[in-house]
Structures are given as structure tokens and as C-alpha cells.
């Protein structure tokens, strides 16, 4: 049974570029959450898609934003690169009625 | 609003060796707690969970009381082996239920000499 797999695993972005981020989540799991994990931080709550909706949004500008489709896939955008969007990206998935999340191994983006 | 606090490190133990590791945290209504392991170039995952008062989670050896009125939720380890080691992050999520997003404390890097 494949866990959360996202992809790239890394990429390199220059500053003002616009990047798209792929997730697909553990099978049976219909909600999806993003993180941030700078380096030597705990990951930061990006938003949480449940319903092909956003549920929940962390403290993060308008700057990020995603998207959930039909198959419980998500995929998170950022626009107007910063050099301090530089980060581990942590993708999520959870089933509503059960507790705790599956993380993905996360992509790596570098803004340069 | 919530927040975790987690004790300063890194922090190196030898093989055998006692691990406490120091969690509290801040939050309205009743949070359930968690502690997550990162393995070098990897994501996250779940080490063990506790979703009320009194709960003991446990795991691979590790252990967490769920402690409300000191709010803690410590992380500790009778004999830690060289694999132990990793970055530990404790978590809580809530008021809404389990479902709700993660608050994370900035994490403790362990290193365990053989």
C-alpha cells in the first residue's frame, strides 16, 4: 500500500518564479494538509484540503495557494518567489474520522 | 492560540543509554499529543499518540504520558541504540479533533554514539 508520495523531490526556483507542488495521498485518505519546514524548524501549517475545499489556513500569504481534485490529489502553488520560501514543502493526507497523519518524504525547493 | 515547547539541543547519548526528551504545550480545549521522527532526507513519521488525559502512548520502545495538569507530554527511552538517531518533533493538534492541523515544537536532534 503506497504511502503519501509528492513530487519533485527537489527543484530549483529563481526569485519571482511561480512553482507547482504535487501530492497523492495514502489510499483511503480523502483530506490533505501542507506544510513548511524551514531549516532546523518544526514543519509550519500551510492549509488543509478536505472536499476538493480549503478547510483550515495557517498564517501564510495569498501567495500560496492550492488546489484538491476528485481523486483526493492536491497540489500546492506558490507564486512571486522568495528567497525565503526556500524549504522543505510536507504533504499530509488523513482520513476525517481517524486520528493522526501520513507524511510524504517532501520537496525540497531552493529559491535562488 | 496553541504552541509547543520543546527542551534545547542536540542532544548526544551513548548506546544503553536513559533518553528523556521535554515536551510541553499551550491550548485551548483538549488537544491530542503526538511525537513525530525524521530520519535524515526523509519526511516524518508518526512515533506514538495520545488523544486524552492519562494516555500513554507507546512505540519501538518509546514512551509519552499525556499530562494535563503539567501539560507535558515528555518522550522518554529505557536504552537508546545508534538507529535512534534522528530529529523527534513533538506535536499537537486540536481543539476540533484529531483532524485538525498540527502544531509542532521546533524539534531536538538526538545523536546516539555506539
Known amino acids: 500500500d503506497a504511502g503519501v508520495t509528492q513530487s519533485p523531490t527537489h527543484l530549483i526556483k529563481t526569485r519571482g518564479q511561480q512553482v507547482t507542488l504535487r501530492c497523492s495521498p495514502k489510499?483511503?485518505?480523502?483530506?490533505v494538509s501542507w506544510y513548511q519546514q524551514a531549516l532546523g524548524q518544526g514543519p509550519q501549517f500551510i492549509f488543509q484540503y478536505y472536499e476538493e475545499e480549503e478547510r483550515q489556513r495557517g498564517n501564510f500569504p495569498d501567495r500560496f495557494s492550492g488546489h484538491q481534485f476528485p481523486n483526493y490529489s492536491s497540489e500546492l502553488n506558490v507564486n512571486a518567489l522568495l528567497l525565503g520560501d526556500s524549504a522543505l514543502y510536507l504533504c499530509a493526507s488523513s482520513i476525517r474520522v481517524l486520528e493522526g497523519y501520513t507524511f510524504g518524504s517532501g520537496t525540497r525547493l531552493t529559491v535562488v | 492560540g496553541n504552541s509547543v515547547t520543546q527542551m534545547e539541543g542536540p542532544v548526544t547519548l551513548s548506546e544503553e543509554a536513559f533518553l528523556t526528551i521535554n515536551c510541553t504545550y499551550t491550548?485551548?480545549?483538549?488537544?491530542?499529543l503526538f511525537w513525530y521522527v525524521q530520519y535524515p532526507g526523509e519526511g516524518l513519521q508518526l512515533l506514538l499518540k495520545a488523544t486524552k488525559a492519562d494516555d500513554k502512548g507507546s512505540n519501538k520502545g518509546f514512551e509519552a504520558t499525556y499530562r494535563k495538569e503539567t501539560t507535558s507530554f515528555h518522550l522518554e527511552k529505557g536504552s537508546v541504540q545508534v538507529s535512534d538517531s534522528a530529529v523527534y518533533f513533538c506535536?499537537?493538534?486540536?481543539?476540533?479533533?484529531?483532524?485538525?492541523?498540527?502544531?509542532f515544537g521546533k524539534g531536538i536532534t538526538l545523536s546516539v554514539r555506539p
Open positions: 491550548a485551548t480545549g483538549y488537544p491530542s
Open positions: 506535536a499537537l493538534s486540536g481543539p476540533y479533533g484529531a483532524n485538525s492541523k498540527l502544531t
Open positions: 489510499s483511503g485518505h480523502d483530506t
